[in-house]
């Protein structure tokens, strides 16, 4: 029996024994492909050995220090290397220990500085629905999706939720992208106007939509409109880029791609690659210049704030990434991956979508591919490929409802940047048969 609060109540996991390149083992000697780096994490893999050694050098040299005392060598390094490939003066950088932690934080600090500027009757954020962005109250409250939110809603601050940029679905027929995108900008432009752009302090959105939606990338021009609604109403633009950031895209950072500089960036997941709990928020100076000269200190904080040994994983990562030239790795896989999944799947009766940005890549499963009809959710076709897809040795990262949090099934895939291209044609072979073998059985 486990004492452990188990995800599943219901089902015992796998013992994780170890990990090597792109694979997990089980204390059965079961061996898994790593086609999802966990939940898009494991961007160099499992056992890298200079991060191993970085985090070895760290906690022989200061394995702690609280940062209401001291500042580490490491966090420093750390942050002065994320500002040095930061878009645009994208240069504060503020050290935590996850995803979630970074969006409150960025929560916190936006807020903080409309009321040291004397605004503080600014209160609402603007964010989308089918949206996720972190598991704890603020950052659950942001995000959009209805089967995470629901049974915790009393609690959550109240949040304005706009469409997502959803063309597979949301694009009408007769509608060129330019005609689509203008109407989700208009609609987000309503939205700031209804709730009065005083009261507003920001928007946020994932660059590429992760878990919820399957990697859903923007259409083009979408967050140059974003940026130039939020520069017009003087709101703030937070781009979450938990998922798709720090090179999961093929550039380090996802929105460099969409050419705009937003005015904060929440990074996690890949920014330690599993190695460590590790989080960060970017902002531009002109936020932390107006708390410096205003209280002087921005009124936050956890006891793991800029954690050392995070900070030196984190740092290994980062300079792996740029020694190895990985970003042009994931941009070159991430196309093959695309090719290959095309090729297994074009000709599916049940596979209605392929898409995403570098090595993140989603496949959406629909019941009928002419009217794009989602599965019965009571089949629970995502649980059901997941199993198969474990039987088989894979490891995707399957979610249900992809349309609106209760209908609609994805597939997520975000192998490591290491990945090679024969690993490539074993990930989509096996996945096409635990497809398969899902579907005849549910």
Known sequence: MSHIIHRNLHQLPPVAASGQGIYMYDTHGNR?????????VSALGHGHPDILAAMHRQIDQCAYAHTGFFTTEA???????????????LSRVYLVSGGSEAIEAALKLARQYFVEVGQPQRSVFIARRQSYHGNTLGALALGGNA??????????????????????????ADQSLDEYTGTLLRELEAAIVEAGPENVIGFCAEPVVGATGGAIPPTPGYFKGVRDLCDRYGILFIADEIMCGMGRSGTLYSIEQDGVVPDMVALGKGLGAGYQPVGAVLTRPYLVDRLREGSGAFQHGHTYTGHPVAAAAALAVQQVIKRDRL???????????????????????????IRGRGLLVGVELVRDRGTRSPFDPARRL??????????????????????DG????????????????????????RLRDSVDAALACV
Request: aromatic share 6%; glycine share 8%.
């Open 32 to 40: 898994y492909l790593d086609a999802s780096g966990g939940a898009a």
């Open 75 to 89: 966090a420093e390094a750390l942050a002065e290397e994320l500002a040095a490939n930061a878009p645009g003066d």
């Open 147 to 172: 089967w995470r939110r629901r049974h915790f809603t009393p609690l959550l601050i109240d949040v304005r939720h706009v469409s997502p940029c959803y063309a597979y679905r949301d694009r009408l």
């Open 327 to 353: 970003l042009d790795a994931v941009t070159a896989r991430g196309a093959s991956l695309q090719r290959l999944l095309h090729q297994a799947f074009d000709d599916h009766p049940h596979v209605g979508d």
């Open 382 to 403: 995502h649980v059901a490929i997941k199993d198969a897809a474990m039987a088989r040795g894979l490891m995707v990262y399957p979610m249900g409802g992809t349309i």
């Open 406 to 429: 209760q209908r609609g099934d994805h597939i997520l895939l975000a192998p490591p940047y290491i990945v090679t291209e024969t690993e490539l044609e074993d990930i989509v072979e």
